[in-house]
T-cell receptor
Framework: EAGVAQSPRYKIIEKRQSVAFWCNPISGHATLYWYQQILGQGPKLLIQFQNNGVVDDSQLPKDRFSAERLKGVDSTLKIQPAKLEDSAVYLC???????????????FGPGTRLTVL | DAKTTQPNSMESNEEEPVHLPCNHSTISGTDYIHWYRQLPSQGPEYVIHGLTSNVNNRMASLAIAEDRKSSTLILHRATLRDAAVYYCILRDPLLYNTDKLIFGTGTRLQVFP
């Protein structure tokens, strides 16, 4: 079974530039997550999609971050304009949430390491 | 959100058992205890989860205290590949559609040859 795919793996940009990350979840997974992981910290959820709809975007800095999930499958996360503090690893995860699934295992991609200079 | 407390780091020698503790004194009756780990330069991966009874799978065992205020992840024979950050997370399955994984800083496990 193919895992969660992310691209690019690494990105270096200057502050005030824009950047976009792409995620392809595991086939059939209804729920997709974007996390931000700053060096030395655990991942922090930015946004959660259930199919096409946004379930939780309370931690997303909406003045500069945006995300969409096309047709309930792939997703893109964009930062415009980037700030120095956006330097982090951006992780995408997906899960198969269904009634009675008490595991709700989240499967993570390898992440995109963003460096903002 | 229910909180968990873990030691910042632990060390082990290869082939030895490792016991990773987690305190969760404010756990509710419906919270499951989940463990994820993050290998270097990779995303987190699921390890194990449980509610009340001890659980075993091919990766590890989970021992849950009778009062559920603490739990221990057990790696029976540590290998170099087990060197990772281990996260203990509480989740209420009734809130899966809206709840989220809340990662702390976890325990960094070092394994020596």
């Amino acid at each position: 079974e193919a895992g969660v795919a992310q691209s690019p793996r690494y990105k270096i940009i200057e502050k005030r530039q824009s950047v976009a990350f792409w995620c392809n979840p595991i086939s059939g997974h209804a729920t997709l997550y974007w996390y931000q992981q700053i060096l030395g910290q655990g991942p922090k959820l930015l946004i959660q999609f259930q199919n096409n709809g946004v379930v939780d975007d309370s931690q997303l800095p909406k003045d500069r971050f945006s995300a969409e999930r096309l047709k309930g499958v792939d997703s893109t996360l964009k930062i415009q304009p980037a700030k120095l503090e956006d330097s982090a690893v951006y992780l995408c995860a997906s899960s198969l949430v269904s009634g009675g699934d008490f595991t709700d295992t989240q499967y993570f991609g390898p992440g995109t390491r963003l460096t903002v200079l | 959100d229910a909180k968990t407390t873990q030691p910042n780091s632990m060390e082990s020698n290869e082939e030895e058992p490792v016991h990773l503790p987690c305190n969760h004194s404010t756990i509710s009756g419906t919270d499951y205890i989940h463990w994820y780990r993050q290998l270097p330069s990779q995303g987190p991966e699921y390890v194990i989860h449980g509610l009340t009874s001890n659980v075993n799978n091919r990766m590890a065992s989970l021992a849950i205290a009778e009062d559920r205020k603490s739990s221990t992840l057990i790696l029976h024979r540590a290998t170099l590949r087990d060197a990772a950050v281990y996260y203990c997370i509480l989740r209420d399955p009734l809130l899966y559609n809206t709840d989220k994984l809340i990662f702390g800083t976890g325990t960094r496990l070092q394994v020596f040859p």
